[in-house]
Nanobody, 118 residues
Framework: QVQLVESGGGLVQAGGSLRLSCAAS????????MGWYRQAPGKQREWVAA???????NYADSVKGRFTISRDSAKNTMYLQMNSLKPEDTAVYYC????????????WGQGTLVTVSS
């Protein structure tokens, strides 16, 4: 099955920006949706943003207007542009893809840590 690798996390001051990348190991032809999730210390994993195969996007209220999800199909890569970062955005960020191969697959990346200092 496809493997996902996130990158781009790091330490940033409040108000700063980061761009996360999620690279797939191969081209995925039948994507239902791709998305970003995050898990803060001591909290459950939560949904952040999603993008469909048609390019429609949705965002959690907590990041709407600050984060932008996008895809570059030619590079098999999804992005999360994060602006106006807040300390409460500190979390491990995971990407996920929902696609059809021989069966339906839900694949997660390993996560990348984002730390926002106040």
């Amino acid at each position: 099955q496809v493997q996902l690798v996130e990158s781009g996390g790091g330490l940033v001051q409040a108000g700063g920006s980061l761009r996360l990348s999620c690279a797939a190991s191969e081209t995925i032809f039948s994507i239902n949706a791709m998305g970003w999730y995050r898990q803060a210390p001591g909290k459950q994993r939560e949904w952040v943003a999603a993008i469909t195969s048609g390019g429609s996007t949705n965002y959690a209220d907590s990041v709407k207007g600050r984060f932008t999800i996008s895809r570059d199909s030619a590079k098999n890569t999804m992005y999360l542009q994060m602006n106006s970062l807040k300390p409460e955005d500190t979390a491990v960020y995971y990407c996920k893809v929902d696609y059809w191969g021989a069966r339906r697959f839900l694949v997660w990346g390993q996560g990348t840590l984002v730390t926002v200092s106040s």
